[in-house]
Nanobody, 115 residues
Framework: QVQLVESGGGLVQAGGSLRLSCAAS????????MGWYRQAPGQQRELVAV???????NYADSVKGRFTISRGNAKNTVYLQMNSLKPADTAVYYC?????????WGQGTQVTVSS
């Protein structure tokens, strides 16, 4: 059973930084793509950033220039470096991955940015 586990969320002041981590277990295959979504209260879940094979990346316009997604050295790990955080970035952040046509989600980690 494939599981994605996030860590690194928390409370930070506006302008601060956080780094989210996601590690997958339960498979020896490469999960691709991997990415991060977020969901704020009363809002739909939205794509934040995704990394694909060859390390191509895509970002939501709202985070371009502030967030960086990267793969870890360990297989099936992904990070999200978040800088210059804004209160509008407050949400539950979910790790996401696709393996053999199946979509997997982490349990989510809360990021709260205070003004």
């Amino acid at each position: 059973q494939v599981q994605l586990v996030e860590s690194g969320g928390g409370l930070v002041q506006a302008g601060g930084s956080l780094r989210l981590s996601c590690a997958a277990s339960g498979t020896s295959f490469s999960i691709n793509p991997m990415g991060w979504y977020r969901q704020a209260p009363g809002q739909q879940r939205e794509l934040v950033a995704v990394v694909r094979s060859g390390d191509s990346t895509n970002y939501a316009d709202s985070v371009k220039g502030r967030f960086t997604i990267s793969r870890g050295n360990a297989k099936n790990t992904v990070y999200l470096q978040m800088n210059s955080l804004k209160p509008a970035d407050t949400a539950v952040y979910y790790c996401h991955g696709v393996l053999l046509g199946h979509v997997y989600w982490g349990q989510g980690t809360q990021v709260t940015v205070s003004s």
